[in-house]
């Protein structure tokens, strides 16, 4: 599914359609460049799971962990990971058996990491400033 956003708040909402309706276990594999609007996207996830809070971009601490709402939202930055080794290392199985929702940016930095099952979701800067194209693979309906 293929959608165009003309704002930050109309990105934050499309997160938030498909946050709710995501299930435990759902790991969401986002790819898109620097300031495409990826923790944007996370941000309106974290809403549609009913986190409230500001969502800021974990690329110095790897993983954020959010809860509070119906399910919880781990949300890693890979850009600083060499490899998907390096996300093991971390103890990324931990994260995927604990029941909440994986939203892993710069997910094209760990392949192998990232099973079949994911949902995908490229961000791409459209034609005007504030424009996105959101493509959004995986899932039937958002």
């Known amino acids: 599914m293929e959608f165009v956003t003309h704002s930050r708040a109309e990105t934050v909402a499309l997160g938030a359609r498909l946050g709710s309706k995501l299930t435990a276990g759902s790991v969401v594999a986002f790819t898109g460049g620097l300031g495409a609007g990826k923790t944007a996207f996370v941000s309106g996830m974290a809403e549609g799971l009913g986190i409230a809070g500001r969502v800021t971009s974990p690329t110095f601490t790897i993983v954020n962990e959010l809860e509070g709402g119906r399910l919880p939202l781990f949300h890693f930055d890979m850009y600083r990971i060499g490899s998907a080794d390096e996300l093991f290392e971390i ?39 504030d424009d996105r194209i959101i493509t959004i693979e995986g899932i039937a309906d958002v």
Do not use: K, Q, T
């Not at 192998?112 to 099952?117: F, L, N, T």
């Open 91 to 129: 103890g990324w199985e931990d994260y995927l058996s604990r029941g909440g929702v994986c939203a892993v940016e710069w997910s094209e930095n760990v392949p192998g990491a990232i099973e079949d099952g994911a949902v995908r979701v490229d961000i791409r800067r459209g034609g005007a400033d």
